[in-house]
């Protein structure tokens, strides 16, 4: 076999043109290679005929120097003609074969390919509802005039009600929501349509056993899939969101409580968040006390420290910080108030810790304990007073023998007179 341009050249270039048989003889009988590849070994006689099909050319065979003295007879040519038709319909079936193999085997592949996408996929729709199902999540699909052309299974869960009993329309949706709510569904399922955007809304909805449910709807258009009249079909996604409606309601109950509590007494309640040292709440008496707005504190965390007195103010700033770093503290300051008047405060600190028990916010409250110190710096002063009458009338007593006057005149304000008097009397 001959291969690259010699295949390609000379006589049988000819056979690939795609001439039906090439029958040759030397004129003198001596062999000779005109016309054949270099390197041919001479010849004397040659037979060549193309391997085709009707429209195709795919080779050519040819056979060189026969038996006897004539050359190649009309009967060998039919004979290497048969042949060359045999195998150019071998070659076909082979390339056919080759081809089917092909197209099997990457079949195979797409096969394969599919079924694990199908897997995938029907693995992926599973946890898609059993998500839902956690998730109190369900969908159904509109077409422009809302009749609903297909849901999910969670859907006729959420409602609480048999699928074959499912509402078929937006029209029968109504009939199954609050009352109170259907202007606001309306309202919101034309604003959505006029719009065609992305809209979402909140209502109550009855259950087949009676109860109420909140759900949360969002209303998002399906692109490229509009009517010709430019109308929209709709893919509609809700959710109960009972729980969190509950949730939300008693956290803002807890916050009232929390607020006419602090709102009502009359010592400063404070919250910080222990990361940031951010104020995250300061009760209205923090007015009343330091004489600055509670708003000063949200802007700047520290500008409470601004009121310290200054002979307490190193000190105090240091039991701050140490105690805040402890998310625990208690100590007594005195503040200056805008009026030049003199508060004293003892605060008190508190950790609150998440449920890893990591603390994130330090809570307490600072108490105005001025008339406390008053009162505690009078008990004092009486009672140095007591302790120094009862000294003085003693030394009176011991001098006469006899009582220099009744406590009660001792402790007036003759006390140093009547003590100077009767000690030179004594002596």
């Not at 390609?8 to 062999?31: C, E, I, Q």
């Not at 200054?310 to 108030?337: L, S, V």
């Not at 011991?398 to 009547?418: E, I, V």
Request: aromatic letters at 8%; a neutral charge.
């Amino acid at each position: 076999m001959l291969r690259g341009e010699a295949g390609r050249t000379g006589l049988l270039a000819t056979l690939l043109s795609g001439r039906p048989v090439l029958r040759m003889r030397s004129a003198d009988g001596t062999p000779n290679a005109d016309g054949l590849p270099d390197g041919h070994p001479p010849v004397r006689d040659l037979l060549g005929i193309p391997v085709a099909s009707t429209d195709r050319v795919y080779g050519w065979m040819y056979f060189a120097d026969g038996r006897g003295e004539k050359g190649f007879s009309d009967e060998d040519v039919r004979v290497v003609n048969a042949m060359a038709r045999q195998l150019a319909v071998l070659y076909e079936n082979a390339m056919l074969y080759d081809a089917i193999q092909r197209h099997a085997a990457e079949l195979q592949v797409e096969m394969t390919e599919r079924r694990r996408t199908q897997e995938a996929l029907a693995q992926s729709e599973g946890g898609l509802h059993r998500a839902q199902i956690m998730a109190k999540l369900a969908h159904v699909i509109t077409d422009p005039d809302g009749a609903f052309e297909r849901w999910s299974e969670t859907l006729p869960q959420l409602i609480g009600i048999e699928p074959a009993r499912m509402p078929r329309s937006t029209r029968q949706w109504l009939d199954i929501l609050h009352p109170q709510d259907r202007a606001l569904f309306r309202a919101k399922s034309i604003e959505a349509g006029v719009k065609g955007v992305r809209t979402d809304v909140e209502y109550r909805l009855r259950r087949q056993d009676g109860g109420w449910i909140d759900v949360r709807q969002v209303m998002e258009p399906i692109e490229g899939q509009a009517s010709p009249d430019g109308k929209m079909r709709w893919f509609n996604t809700l959710q109960d969101v009972t729980e969190r409606k509950r949730t939300e309601q008693n956290l803002r109950d807890s916050e009232t409580r929390f607020r006419q509590m602090a709102e009502n007494i009359r010592d400063v309640f404070f919250l910080i968040d222990a990361e940031s040292n951010r104020v995250l709440y300061i009760s209205p008496a923090y007015e009343e006390i330091w004489g600055r707005s509670c708003e000063s504190v949200y802007a700047n965390a520290d500008s409470w420290t601004e009121a310290i007195h200054p002979e307490d103010r190193a000190a105090t700033y240091e039991r701050y910080k140490k105690g805040m770093a402890a998310a625990q503290f208690q100590y007594e300051y005195r503040i200056m108030r805008p009026d030049g008047s003199i508060r004293w405060i003892e605060a008190r600190g508190f950790p609150i810790r998440d449920e890893t028990g990591k603390v994130y916010r330090v809570t307490g409250v600072a108490e105005d304990i001025t008339e406390r110190k008053r009162a505690d710096e009078k008990i004092k002063r009486l009672n140095r007073a007591s302790m120094a009458s009862s000294s003085a009338y003693g030394i009176a007593t011991s001098c006469s023998g006899k009582p220099a006057g009744s406590l009660s005149r001792l402790g007036n304000s003759a006390w140093p007179g009547s003590v100077s008097w009767t000690a030179k009397r004594c002596w």
